[in-house]
């Protein structure tokens, strides 16, 4: 099965029915967690290729794990705020599939550990998923919102909900600890687009978990994000490299 998965809540309503038109005419099934919400909406209770859950509690960007796939389903891990073109699903399964589903997820959006800088500084490279990149590069931490995987790569919801709102940290810490690399995917500018408007920033995760920094999630972060193997390096030359 390829699934996608998703959480949002309710002041993204009409962006939640936009990005479910453009992924589920790609996929064989769309999961989605309600938080905050008192019903599910007509437009998803309605379609027989989505399961809708309102959790009882809020469990913010972890919801995209509460799910639990096959260990050989495709899951697709996606965001309510992002525009997905008509290709995505397909070109992105192409990508998986050339680098091997096995022991690697893929994804647009990354920050890539290049390397020290100076005494207790580091040096990071972001890669955000609206820009364009020209090649398969290894990442450090992989955004959820742009996520492809095989169901034997996704953790359980347990791994990530203590880190709820910052959930691509407990996620790659969850990969490392597993030896499953994370790879950054080519594309060209625009070819995925922020949807988010301007009135609904000041609530997003980015301006009300990340950029609060919480020890926790920070702590968990450095524990591996500086130690990947194949981090800022092209996937054609890892691949090349004796064992």
Known sequence: MIRAHLATFPPRRRLLRKTCEAILPQVNHLFVVLNGYEDIPGFLAKDPKVTAVIPDRDVKDAGKFWFTPAPEDIVFTI?????????YVTRTLAHLDAIGPEGNVVGYQANVYVGPRGEGQTVWDN????QPADQVLGA????TG??????SSI???SEIEPNAGACDIPFCAWLFQRGILPWTLPREAGWLSNELPRNLRPSSLFQTVARKGHAAYRGLMWS???????ANIRHDRFAARPA
């Open 224 to 230: 591996f994000a500086t130690r990947w193997p194949h």
């Open 155 to 157: 953790p359980p919801l």
């Open 127 to 130: 890669y955000l998923f609206h």
């Open 146 to 151: 742009t996520l492809c995987a095989r169901g």
């Open 79 to 87: 965001d309510d705020d992002i525009g997905y073109p008509p290709d």
């Open 140 to 143: 450090s931490i992989l955004g």
